[in-house]
């Protein structure tokens, strides 16, 4: 009889102790999709990889035409194509005045998430000294400039920021018959200032493919 209980007893710790480091192993598992998100898209997290709906994944990266969901837009000459570094990301340049500063593309379908991504945006700030959204291309895109202190992260998934002042953000919401792109930059006031002209001019280029 004493060996039963002894067997039911060992049995069961052998179950708690299974169960409560599952459990565990829960908690200190990621979501898969939370693993992808970029700290710096100032977009809805969740949303996967759809690096997929560029049109041509082997587009020539020296071809400053740049085709996306049935729309055209031209790559300024400051900016430099390159291999996206996330899957996230649909597009990324790299400022040829600084490498170290991306403008990167993002696709989440057609979900209506535009208020959501300026806020978001905004969010990055400890403080913002600036705000301007600017109508381009017969109000069709909207350009979003914001300037203050920003949150400067050590890594992607970071909690802790430094407070870094003298920030800018150059964004743009871009619609497509697919739905609406997200292109963004963040860094220095005084190097980004340089580039509002050519963000500009990027999107002014927008037109309908044939």
């Not at 400890?126 to 017969?138: A, C, G, R, Y």
């Not at 997200?182 to 990027?202: Q, R, V, W």
């Amino acid at each position: 009889m004493i060996k039963y209980i002894l067997a039911l007893v060992i049995l069961s710790i052998t179950l708690i102790t299974s169960c409560n480091q599952q459990k565990k192993e829960e908690v200190q598992t990621p979501d898969a999709n939370r693993q992808m998100d970029d700290p710096h898209t100032g977009v809805m997290p969740g949303h996967g990889d759809l690096n997929t709906l560029t049109e041509d994944s082997n587009q020539d990266f020296s071809d400053p035409i740049v085709k996306i969901s049935g729309v055209e837009l031209t790559t300024p000459d400051s900016w430099q194509r390159e291999a996206p570094a996330s899957s996230l990301r649909v597009l990324q340049y790299s400022l040829k005045s600084d490498p170290n500063l991306k403008v990167t593309g993002f696709f989440f379908g057609e979900q209506d998430l535009i208020k959501e991504n300026i806020d978001r945006w905004k969010a990055e700030f400890t403080k913002l000294d600036k705000t301007n959204e600017t109508k381009l291309v017969s109000d069709k895109i909207i350009f979003v400039v914001l300037e203050g202190t920003y949150k400067l992260k050590p890594f992607p998934m970071a909690q802790e920021f430094t407070p870094t002042d003298n920030y800018m953000v150059l964004a743009a919401i871009v619609p497509s018959p697919e739905g609406p792109y997200y292109f963004k930059i963040y860094g220095p006031k005084d190097k980004l200032n340089n580039e509002i002209n050519s963000f500009k001019k990027f999107l002014n280029s927008y037109k309908m493919s044939a």
